[in-house]
């Protein structure tokens, strides 16, 4: 998931400075999670900008699952507030920059709507893990070397982002010489690896990690699938499991 966070109101306000007519648009999937952009947080961002004088002319809260940065389920609630969105002044995004920028393109090139879009969150990278705490355990960097490294990614677990092994700083009690509250990350690996019976892999000479896949912005094409197939999938799960 996307770790975010909500940027300080008095940012938020400086974005809408002489916008007087705002829509609102919030993310079902990580920025609920987060409480950055789901129902009631965007519908607190509206009590918030009418106090602030603000005429909000939708507040667009997206039910749990429903994305931001996949088209085909956020332009149906695009659609449905197009008259909204052509009347605004400004369009305050409640997700991260990938959900703002998949909305503001559809509006531009889809709509013709041409309109100030600014973000109300401050997106982290990859967490994992919750309900409550949430850990970075990817950077995206496109050449996944957790394979080798016992299923930990040393890019983001040591502070350093070293692939070739320990800093010299690490102390002698396998804490990380920045923090020294965290594991060292390649102390976790060694053990991990200890366990698994695999410690000859760092012995193994492997080629440089390939930073030219982490060049941006990066584009994948994929077969689309059956959405309302896949909601259909969604429903039978969620009656399996009683709710």
């Known amino acids: 998931m996307m770790g975010q966070v909500q940027k300080p109101l008095e940012e938020i306000m400086e974005y809408l400075n002489g916008a007087k007519k705002i829509v609102i648009m919030g993310c079902g999937g990580c920025a609920t999670i987060f409480h950055t952009g789901g129902v009631k947080e965007v519908e607190d961002m509206a009590e918030t900008l009418k106090k ?123 804490k990380c010489e920045v923090d020294p509250e965290k594991d060292c990350a390649w102390v976790l690996i060694y053990e991990r690896l200890k366990n698994l019976g695999k410690l000859s892999l760092l012995k193994k000479i492997h080629p440089p990690h390939n930073w030219e896949k982490a060049l941006r912005p990066r ?18 799960v969620i009656q399996s499991l009683g709710i």
């Open 219 to 236: 584009k994948l094409e994929v077969e689309p699938i059956d959405l309302l197939e896949k909601l259909k999938e969604t429903k039978k």
């Open 52 to 174: 602030e004088g603000k005429e909000v002319l939708a507040a667009i809260g997206l039910p749990f699952g429903v994305f931001c940065c996949y088209l085909p389920m956020s332009s149906m609630f695009v659609n449905q507030f197009e008259k909204e969105f052509r009347d605004c002044d400004a369009v305050l995004m409640m997700s991260c920059g990938d959900g703002l920028q998949v909305v503001r393109s559809y509006l531009e090139k889809e709509k013709g709507i041409i309109k100030p879009v600014y973000p109300a969150n401050n997106a982290l990278g990859f967490f994992g893990e919750g309900p409550k705490e949430f850990l970075e355990k990817c950077q995206g960097c496109g050449e996944c070397e957790v394979g080798l490294t016992a299923g930990i990614c040393p890019l983001t677990q040591c502070p350093k982002g070293l692939l070739n092994g320990p800093c010299g700083g690490t102390r002698p009690n396998g």
